[in-house]
């Protein structure tokens, strides 16, 4: 590429345009500006130094200003992690334009051994964001940022599940323990679970070894303090579902509600982490859970590989348990004649299978639903 090539690229810009690579101890800043051809300057910032960022930022603002003798905005991006979002957020604060890119979104070599550092991710950030401002189609996938109330109401949700996780595993540890002396008819989740476990007795009719007993016990402290905990997250679950039933400005959930089959945590858990957001088609809401097909195409080879997976997983989850659940609740539903039809033509060998696809037709009819009142066909609603 001859050298007027890359100043025809370079003299088009009309921002500084950065890319921030976080760490835990350094963010590493990597900016490309007018007026310095397509050379891409790096800087370290000691990790969590906002101050420290912004001032490298003001740095990077007057020199741009000393060459070109304009003052050109900031353009940044950073791809989403375990930081959130409130870097971005402070970006935004301090009237800086800031995008958070979904990592996965972003092509990257095929080569069977690639070279991946910091600064050439950084550079990848730059040119990625470059392309994106042009109107590049489909070069990245832009992140919606939710609002803070929104990211604060998911918590709900995901804690619960985090809970529900911590419960089984208690449990498979108790009755793990148990079967070890021959015991295999204790139910930990019973409420007589402390009377029956002196009842007890090994397998060859010894009482329980005293050490097992008081391991047994503390795993019920655990165990019943998750239990508790589950509770206290259910009822602070429900309020909010109660909040946003009197408010008309979202009555997704709500709507949710009145259908047969979803209850109140598929209803907090549809909302929290899909229909708080706006699509603007059905393809959209399928790609967001994951659940939209990916085709394989090239000369005469034509494949369907399946969903994609390439979204948000904790919603694509619950909507594989809501596909089940609509087979029971809803028998009557277009849906449900549509699954049992394809399902018996195809002899019942592919079950797993069309309840993904349900789960994708599901997910559009319950988002048309929550929007815009379209009851899905057949459906009944409570108390009909």
Same mark, same amino acid.
């Given at each position: 590429?001859?050298?007027?090539?890359?100043?025809?690229? /370079?003299?088009?810009?009309?921002?500084?345009?950065?890319?921030?690579?976080?760490?835990?101890?350094?963010?590493?800043?990597?900016?490309?500006?007018?007026?310095?051809?397509?050379? &891409?300057?790096?800087?370290?910032?000691?990790?969590?130094?906002?101050?420290?960022?912004?001032?490298?930022?003001? +740095?990077?603002? =007057?020199? *741009?200003?000393?060459? *070109?003798?304009?003052?050109?905005?900031?353009?940044?991006? +950073?791809?989403?992690?375990?930081?959130?979002?409130?870097? #971005?957020?402070?970006?935004?604060?301090?009237?800086?334009?800031?995008?958070?890119?979904?990592?996965?979104?972003?092509?990257?070599?095929?080569?069977?051994?690639?070279?991946?550092?910091?600064?050439?991710?950084?550079? !990848?950030?730059?040119? *990625?964001?470059? =392309?994106?401002?042009?109107?590049?189609?489909?070069?990245?996938?832009?992140?919606?940022?939710? $609002?803070?109330?929104?990211?604060?109401?998911?918590?709900?949700?995901?804690?619960?599940?985090?809970?529900?996780?911590?419960? &089984?595993?208690?449990?498979?540890? &108790?009755?793990?323990?148990?079967?070890?002396?021959?015991?295999?008819?204790?139910?930990?989740?019973?409420?007589?679970?402390?009377?029956?476990?002196?009842?007890? /007795?090994?397998?060859?009719?010894?009482?329980?070894?005293?050490?097992?007993? @008081?391991?047994?016990?503390?795993?019920?402290?655990?165990?019943?303090?998750?239990?508790?905990?589950?509770?206290?997250?259910?009822?602070?679950?429900?309020?909010?579902?109660? *909040?946003?039933?009197?408010?008309?400005?979202?009555?997704? /959930?709500?709507?949710?509600?009145?259908?047969?089959?979803?209850?109140?945590?598929?209803?907090?858990?549809? #909302?929290?982490?899909?229909?708080? @957001?706006?699509?603007?088609?059905?393809? +959209?809401?399928?790609?967001?859970?994951?659940?939209?097909?990916?085709?394989?195409? /090239?000369?005469?080879?034509?494949?369907?590989?399946?969903?994609?997976?390439? %979204?948000?997983?904790?919603?694509?989850?619950?909507?594989?348990?809501?596909?089940?659940?609509?087979?029971?609740?809803?028998?009557? $539903?277009?849906?449900?004649?549509?699954?049992?039809?394809?399902?018996?033509?195809?002899?019942?060998?592919?079950?797993?299978?069309?309840?993904?696809?349900?789960?994708?037709?599901?997910?559009?009819?319950?988002? +048309?639903?929550?929007?815009?009142?379209?009851?899905?066909? %057949?459906?009944?609603?409570?108390? !009909?």
């Amino acid at each position: 590429m001859s050298t007027s090539s890359h100043t025809a690229v /370079s003299t088009q810009l009309n921002a500084i345009f950065v890319s921030l690579e976080l760490s835990r101890s350094t963010w590493l800043v990597t900016s490309l500006s007018p007026g310095c051809g397509e050379r &891409i300057s790096r800087h370290q910032v000691k990790g969590g130094d906002v101050p420290g960022l912004l001032e490298r930022f003001a +740095q990077l603002q =007057a020199k *741009t200003r000393e060459r *070109t003798g304009q003052q050109y905005p900031l353009v940044a991006i +950073q791809e989403a992690g375990l930081d959130g979002f409130w870097i #971005h957020r402070c970006l935004v604060r301090e009237g800086i334009e800031s995008h958070v890119v979904d990592a996965a979104s972003i092509a990257a070599s095929r080569r069977s051994r690639r070279a991946k550092t910091d600064k050439l991710d950084g550079e !990848a950030l730059v040119r *990625t964001l470059l =392309a994106y401002k042009r109107g590049e189609p489909r070069v990245c996938a832009m992140v919606t940022v939710p $609002s803070v109330e929104d990211e604060d109401r998911r918590r709900i949700c995901r804690e619960r599940r985090s809970l529900v996780v911590e419960r &089984i595993r208690h449990i498979n540890r &108790i009755k793990g323990l148990l079967f070890a002396q021959g015991v295999g008819d204790y139910e930990p989740l019973r409420t007589n679970r402390r009377a029956r476990l002196k009842e007890l /007795s090994t397998g060859d009719g010894r009482p329980l070894p005293c050490h097992v007993k @008081r391991e047994i016990e503390r795993e019920l402290d655990r165990l019943e303090l998750v239990m508790r905990q589950i509770k206290e997250v259910e009822r602070e679950r429900d309020a909010l579902l109660e *909040t946003t039933t009197d408010e008309a400005a979202e009555p997704a /959930s709500a709507r949710l509600l009145q259908l047969r089959g979803i209850g109140a945590e598929f209803a907090g858990v549809l #909302h929290a982490e899909a229909f708080f @957001r706006s699509f603007s088609n059905r393809r +959209q809401v399928a790609c967001y859970a994951g659940l939209a097909p990916s085709p394989w195409q /090239s000369g005469a080879m034509d494949r369907e590989q399946g969903v994609s997976k390439a %979204g948000n997983k904790r919603l694509r989850a619950t909507m594989i348990q809501v596909a089940w659940l609509w087979l029971r609740h809803q028998p009557e $539903s277009e849906l449900s004649r549509w699954y049992a039809e394809r399902v018996q033509a195809n002899g019942g060998r592919v079950r797993r299978v069309m309840i993904v696809a349900l789960a994708r037709k599901l997910l559009i009819a319950l988002w +048309q639903f929550s929007s815009a009142g379209v009851v899905p066909k %057949g459906a009944l609603l409570k108390g !009909a």
